[in-house]
């Protein structure tokens, strides 16, 4: 998905995001007050829809893909 996006990244390798961003992730100075969504569902983790401009507005929705616990 980063590679889509133009963003090159490499297992073990550090990526500076303070002036540049990586792929859907904005630079960090672009971006100093970023809103989120989140919920707790069934022991899941699910964060908001990151397609939109999260500097100017909380996600509508919650991604289809959650985090789990192993």
Same mark, same amino acid.
């Given at each position: 998905m980063f590679a889509q996006m133009g963003c090159t @990244?490499? =297992?073990g390798v550090a990526r500076d995001l303070v002036d540049t961003g990586c792929g859907f =992730? +904005? *630079? @960090? %100075? *672009? =971006? %100093?007050?970023e809103y989120d969504l989140a919920s707790i569902r069934d022991g899941a983790l699910y964060f908001g829809d990151r397609s939109g401009d999260l500097a100017k507005a909380r996600p509508s929705a @919650?991604? +289809?893909? +959650?985090l &789990? &616990?192993?």
């Open positions: @990244l490499a =297992v =992730v +904005p *630079s @960090l %100075m *672009s =971006v %100093m007050g @919650l991604t +289809p893909y +959650p &789990r &616990r192993r």
